[in-house]
């Protein structure tokens, strides 16, 4: 299956991992269509990074899952990923209230809300789903640097159920979009 991944901070990617948390806010890796605003990849991979993974920019009660990379060189990818639902967000008032869904702090969605002066972030709703069987691959050139998305070309992947049930995950999608509908 050729599948992309996508980066993003290892903390966050063991809250989506561990169905503790399913909303990210993204600043890119979106586009915009004639349909209004896509992630560019609708399933990819969790590519945990460390680099400029900040503890000031995490809530408190999230901290403690700060790390060290474990394995330097290796990429351990930990769940596939299935966007069900995307938000812009043009209000930065709307985009705070977002702080409890996830993992940064209010200053840390501010900053990234005012991001090279575009005032707006988008809220990604994901369906998590653990891999059953351990993915590794080694870090190569082209995986290196401050990039949203990432090509893996062919790999296999063995998704489980997901970290959040349906039932919950439509609960977190209906309060979520009540809390964006003005």
């Known amino acids: 299956m ?16 561990q169905g503790r948390l399913s909303l990210l806010i993204r600043k ?49 990818f930990p769940a596939l990923a299935e966007v069900v639902a995307v938000h812009k967000i043009e209000s930065l008032e709307q985009a705070l209230q977002l702080e409890p869904w996830q993992a940064l702090t209010a200053g840390a969605i501010e900053r990234r809300f005012h991001y090279r002066n575009r005032p707006w972030v988008h809220a990604l709703l994901l369906r998590v789903r653990p891999l059953t069987t351990p993915l590794a691959l080694p870090e190569t050139p082209g995986m290196l640097g401050c990039v949203s998305w990432v090509p893996l070309g062919e790999v296999e992947v063995a998704p489980g159920d997901p970290a959040v049930g349906e039932a919950e995950l439509a609960e977190r999608r209906r309060d979520l979009a009540q809390l964006l509908t003005p």
Not at 42 to 52: A, G, N, V
């Open 28 to 76: 890119g890796g979106i586009m915009e269509t004639h349909d209004g605003f896509e992630v560019e990849h609708r399933s990819f991979l969790l590519y945990p990074t460390f680099l400029h993974q900040n503890p000031d920019e995490l809530q408190p009660q999230f901290r403690e899952l700060l790390r060290e990379d474990p394995d330097p060189g290796t990429i351990h």
């Open 2 to 17: 050729t599948v992309p991944a996508l980066k993003e901070w290892d903390t966050q990617s063991q809250l989506l991992t």
